[in-house]
């Protein structure tokens, strides 16, 4: 496909189990970014990968976040031991590359919920 | 640290009126400005940037915005609203160095009445 995608598009998940949200960014995108997305909030940037080097965590709310990019492209973002505070629309976006001047292109997100 | 202030929840304009939704930020350094628009149960979708240069910039849609460095503002405006254009619009800064990723505002709903 031509854009972002993310699997799944919803999840559904009870307190204290393990999630892994899927993002396949655009082909020859180099930089990947996650944010979260709550209820009536803007974004908040999670994690951002560019190429080989050691991916920008600044942005994990705590260590129950964690994130891979396998490959150079594709990447999972996993949140262990999930609480209610947890569920948000979760963002995934990539650019051609890392420059401060481009764009950064955006999949539809997966909504999860945490009961 | 960046941030981005969008003072408006939401924007409430007749079909074919002028609309504005506004955006002020604070960085460091030269700002890199962006205006995203969501639709419902859609992601972000890119509509214009700021760079350098010209301080009105045009993008999709027919969407414009200026930038104004004395006010550290990047109001979006469009001369002409569509029903079509009620959504969600983000404003988001990046600085020249540092940490790549976007810093949003909360977003304005914007509603065009017919």
């Known amino acids: 496909g031509a854009g972002v995608s993310q699997s799944p598009s919803n999840k559904v998940t009870e307190k204290g189990k393990d999630v892994e949200l899927r993002c396949d960014p655009i082909s020859g995108h180099t930089a990947l970014y996650w944010y979260r997305q709550s209820l009536g909030q803007g974004l908040e940037f999670l994690i951002y990968?560019?190429?080989?080097?050691?991916?920008?965590k600044s942005g994990l709310p705590s260590d129950r976040f964690s994130a891979e990019r396998t490959g150079g492209s594709v990447s999972t973002l996993t949140i262990q031991r999930t609480q209610q505070e947890d569920s948000a629309v979760y963002l995934c976006?990539?650019?051609?590359?890392?420059?401060?001047?481009?764009?950064?292109?955006f999949g539809p997100g997966t909504r999860l919920t945490v009961l | 640290a960046q941030s981005v202030a969008q003072p408006e929840d939401q924007v409430n304009v007749a079909e074919g009126n002028p609309l504005t939704v506004k955006c002020t930020y604070s960085?460091?350094?030269?700002?890199?400005l962006f205006w995203y628009v969501q639709y419902p149960n859609r992601g972000l979708q890119f509509l214009l940037k700021y760079i350098t240069g010209d301080n009105l910039v045009k993008g999709s849609y027919g969407f414009e915005a200026e930038f104004n460095k004395s006010q550290t503002s990047f109001h979006l405006k469009k001369p002409s609203a569509l029903v079509s254009d009620s959504a969600l619009y983000f404003c988001a800064v990046r600085d020249g160095t540092g940490r790549r990723a976007l810093t949003f505002g909360s977003g304005t709903r914007l509603q065009v009445q017919p």
């Open positions: 976006a990539s650019s051609s590359v890392a420059a401060p001047t481009n764009e950064q292109f």
């Open positions: 960085v460091s350094g030269n700002p890199y």
């Open positions: 990968f560019q190429g080989n080097s050691a991916p920008d």
